[in-house]
């Protein structure tokens, strides 16, 4: 069943047309990727969905049609935005993160529940869980990031650039957990990368973006057999 | 001996006033980034509330509830229908909305009831109390341990409960914010209000004193504006110390210090910030501002 459904998206900041008709589709537990060039609409595209960016078309989440929601609204509907440069909240420890992360809930014990899964997911958070998030590492805050995220209990996950300035090491751990989380929590997932060999092994299928439209759609394994995405996202 | 502690005492008095309306100032600029130079001209609103509601013979303990109920909704209003329209453009903008919402709430306070004085009734009794041998009047006491007590109320609502997370949340990142599902503008009247209610308390404990007029509380604002730099801007307890640091110098420089009397009184605060600004612009109690790459 299709949770999220992206028909003929567009977007623009002022007179400059980001998104010039993006369609994409979600399946329930499903995870895809966005893939493309600087500049080719993959970040527009997860702010279009979370309601950062005012934006055309058609998006429909679970039946719902979201698109000109607020981002608070989009976010109690069920869709946690994992924003490029991690939006951890510098002056608020990792524990208080983590409870706004969980704003919207009201079952204590299942909040409870929570933090400890993400401590057990991301066991580096465990002990600097009273410190600020703006001490951490820039692994560590994209680990909280996602966790708060997960705090949320999402049905959709809109992940940005989650291997960004990350070392290589630090960035296939951090992927490692999210897969693990897919598989655990059955979050469908929204993975926008630049890394494409990392998104390969989160993603099912993946759209190729260029100049904010779909170039190309299919399977993980379909794409990564294509010569011209070797040739410019997998390094040869 | 006796002159000092009452001249001390006194200080703090005033200093918490200055402090109460500096705390609303940094609530409102940790929350949008601006500094609202209507802060002291909305408290004084609320204190024309409270006294006309005394005129009718409401009691006064009533009337300054009533007054801060008043403030929050116009803290909450001024936030939604007036700053919402600045808060995303230029900053130099929105201060100026500021300075002319004062303008503004003076003249219209003006208007209502006149630029003459107007007698406040005492929230305190005006008798004085002997300690070890001094004398200090109960109001003082009674001015600055209502501010310490609102201080403590104010930093419980912010550390220990979900809407001071969330006041906090907004006030770092406000979009990040919203990815969580916070209602950020809902929050930012919530904000303001906050900030208008803590001008409301200023405001009643002051007039009794300054006795009411439209621009009782302009030297306040002009202090409490000294006590924010001073204490520096991220820090709420550096500013309430920095509040009472110059309640108490301006009280004692006026009377220890011959050549600066009360005439010159009021340019004790601005030395000491001049100092400050140039050993340690971030103020005393400030952090930087780091940007993390």
């Known amino acids: 069943m299709t949770l999220l ?48 960016v005012r934006a055309g078309g058609r998006i429909v989440f679970d039946g719902k049609d979201i698109r000109g929601m607020r981002p608070d609204q989009v976010a109690a509907q069920g869709i946690a935005h994992v924003p490029e440069g991690r939006g951890t909240l510098g002056d608020l420890t990792v524990r208080e993160n983590l409870m706004v992360g969980a704003y919207l809930r009201k079952d204590r014990k299942g909040i409870d529940e929570d933090v400890d899964y993400c401590l057990d997911l991301f066991p580096n958070l465990r002990e600097r869980i009273t410190s ?66 990392l998104a390969f092994t989160l993603v099912d299928t993946a759209t190729v973006l260029e100049t904010g439209r779909n170039a190309l759609t299919g399977s993980s394994a379909e794409l990564k057999g294509m010569d011209e995405i070797r040739r410019a996202y997998l390094g040869g | 001996m006796g002159e000092f502690v009452q001249l001390v005492v006194d200080g703090l008095s005033t200093g918490s006033v200055y402090a109460a309306i500096a705390l609303a100032i940094v609530l409102v600029h940790s929350a949008t980034g601006l500094v609202n130079f209507a802060q002291g001209g909305m408290a004084v609103l609320a204190a024309y509330v409270a006294w006309v509601l005394t005129n009718q013979s409401v009691p006064l303990v009533v009337a300054v509830l009533a007054s801060i109920v008043f403030s929050f909704v ?90 001071g997370l ?37 405001g009643a404990l002051v007039a009794p004193q300054l006795t009411l007029t439209p621009g009782m509380l302009d030297n306040a604002l002009v202090y409490a504006l000294a006590a924010v730099i001073l204490g520096g801007l991220t820090s709420p307890v550096g500013v309430v110390i920095a509040a009472w640091m110059i309640g108490v110098l301006e009280n004692l420089a006026a009377v220890y210090v011959p050549f600066i009397g009360h005439d010159l009184k009021i340019a004790v605060p601005f030395i000491l910030l001049f100092v400050v600004l140039v ?11 780091v940007v993390r790459v």
């Open chain 1, 132 to 197: 600020n998030a703006s001490a951490l590492s820039g692994g560590e805050q994209q680990m909280l990031a996602v966790s708060r995220g997960i705090m949320s209990k999402p049905r959709l996950m809109l992940l940005d650039e989650a291997s960004l300035g990350l070392a290589p090491s630090t960035a296939k751990n951090v992927y490692d957990a999210i897969r693990r989380l897919r598989v655990e929590s059955g979050i469908a997932m929204l993975v926008v990368e630049q890394n494409a060999n």
């Open chain 2, 74 to 163: 116009l803290g909450a209003v001024v936030e939604r229908y007036l700053m919402r329209r600045f808060e995303r453009g230029d900053p130099d903008t929105a201060v100026v909305v500021t300075i002319g919402l004062l303008t503004l709430i003076t003249g219209i306070a003006g208007w209502l009831w006149s630029y003459n004085n107007q007698q406040f009734p005492s929230l305190f009794p005006l008798d004085t109390v002997s300690f070890l041998g001094v004398s200090i009047s109960i109001r003082s006491i009674g001015t600055t341990l209502s501010i310490v007590a609102v201080m403590i109320v104010l930093q419980l609502l912010f550390v220990r409960t979900k809407l």
């Open chain 1, 5 to 52: 459904e992206l028909e003929d998206v567009t977007a623009s900041y002022g007179p400059v047309q980001v998104l010039d008709g993006v369609t994409l589709s979600v399946p329930e537990n499903g995870a895809v990727g966005i893939l493309g060039a600087n500049g080719a609409g993959k970040t527009t595209t997860l702010r279009a969905i979370s309601g950062t």
């Open chain 2, 166 to 202: 969330a006041l906090r949340a907004v006030a770092i990142n406000p979009q990040s914010a919203a990815f969580s599902g916070l209602p950020v503008e809902r929050l930012l009247m919530v904000g303001w209000g906050l900030a208008a209610v803590l001008g409301a308390v200023a």
């Open chain 2, 279 to 289: 050993v340690r612009p971030q103020g005393l109690f400030g952090r930087k501002t």
